[in-house]
């Protein structure tokens, strides 16, 4: 498989049609493609929020995306009721975690995968297990009854080796574009796409937003598109056999007929500030309005409430023990009581926002 040149900003542009520029990002190494007006000027990455992206050429095939998964309706209203959804729960929040703020820093982005076509042929064997019910008896004895039995239905599986010939095509598999970590932290945070509703590439359709640059090419990413195309031939030869399973199944294929283009899936990247001032990431599927990220409890704000509450505990405490020497005992347990109470619950705020955050993490 060819290895998958450079291009340059002007190569780009002819072949998405579209002003893009390729960037990279200094800080954490992720790569993109930004429009002409992308958070000028100085843009965030998307990936790490950093304001080091740089131009650089990019490692890219000579043809555009196949299909895009749109951006669907997500009005302001509904991501504002989805973050207020998302927030609820969240006692003490950083000053800067507010929706309207959540809002204000939208930025659309689109996450590539790979759509691969291709032929399998060659020679399958297998030990196909197919599905049939034993009837059977059970004895059971009941005090009124005595001893009765019970009809058994049991579904139990006969295997059989079967060998095969496949000469099949494949179109348009999904395979990862993005190492695997990187892949696992997107798709945790985005959640699942509905892929079937991809559409045809047009530049109108990434207008005002940035591309992530495939970091696993196709010559990386061959095992992981060699491994789809067994799983899909698998299956074709367990429906072809008629059975329900299949154990110890081998392929000797020859793979033919390859073709990779792109799919881009849509996702909103914003953030909020902790109390150090850190940016902290939130993503939404775009598709489905799914929100991933961490929610933070502010530690400080927690802090704060620990020292009013500890405060009027210790004030309770010194009134108490004034109305006592003043011969008002009854008032005096009462004031002492409250402060007692006050100084139980004292340690509640950081705790919870301790435990929050640990959860959260």
């Not at 579904?155 to 892949?183: C, D, F, I, M």
């Not at 590439?201 to 598109?225: D, H, K, R």
Request: hydrophobic share 45%; with cysteine; glycine share 6%.
């Amino acid at each position: 498989m060819k290895a998958t040149p450079l291009v340059q900003d002007a190569d780009i542009r002819a072949v998405w049609q579209a002003d893009l520029h390729a960037v990279g990002c200094l800080t954490c190494g992720v790569a993109f493609l930004t429009p002409d007006q992308w958070e000028a000027p100085r843009p965030l990455c998307p990936a790490c929020l950093a304001e080091t992206l740089e131009p650089q050429p990019a490692r890219l095939r000579s043809e555009p995306p196949e299909k895009v998964v749109p951006f669907t309706s997500l009005t302001s209203a509904y991501l504002s009721s989805a973050f207020g959804a998302w927030l609820r729960g969240v006692w003490l929040r950083p000053s800067d975690l507010r929706v309207e703020r959540l809002l204000s820093r939208l930025m659309r982005v689109y996450v590539p995968m790979w759509l691969v076509d291709g032929q399998v042929v060659g020679a399958w064997q297998a030990h196909m297990g197919f599905d049939y019910q034993v009837e059977s008896s059970q004895e059971r004895f009941n005090e009124n009854k005595g001893w009765t039995a019970q009809r058994l239905i049991e579904t139990q599986v006969r295997w059989e080796p079967r060998v095969g010939w496949l000469e099949r095509s494949y179109h348009n598999l999904a395979v990862p574009a993005l190492e695997k970590r990187e892949e696992a932290t997107l798709m945790a945070r985005l959640g699942p796409f509905e892929l079937e509703q991809a559409s045809a590439y047009s530049s109108a359709a990434i207008a005002n937003a940035a591309v992530y640059v495939p970091s696993l090419l196709p010559e990386q990413a061959w095992p992981l598109a060699r491994a789809t195309l067994d799983h899909s031939a698998t299956a074709d030869c367990q429906r072809a056999a008629g059975a329900q399973h299949n154990d110890e199944f081998s392929l000797d294929v020859d793979y033919g007929n390859l073709n990779w283009t792109q799919l881009l899936l849509p996702c909103y990247v914003t953030y909020y500030k902790d109390d150090a001032g850190r940016l902290v990431p939130v993503w939404v599927n775009g598709q489905s309005g799914h929100i991933g990220g961490k929610r933070r409890a502010s530690l400080r704000k927690a802090w704060f409430a620990t020292g009013v509450l500890g405060a009027a505990a210790v004030f309770n405490f010194l009134v108490g023990v004034l109305l006592a020497l003043l011969g008002a005992e009854a008032v005096a347990s009462l004031a002492m009581m409250l402060g007692f109470i006050l100084a139980l619950v004292a340690a509640l705020p950081v705790l919870w926002a301790w435990q929050f955050n640990q959860r959260e993490a």
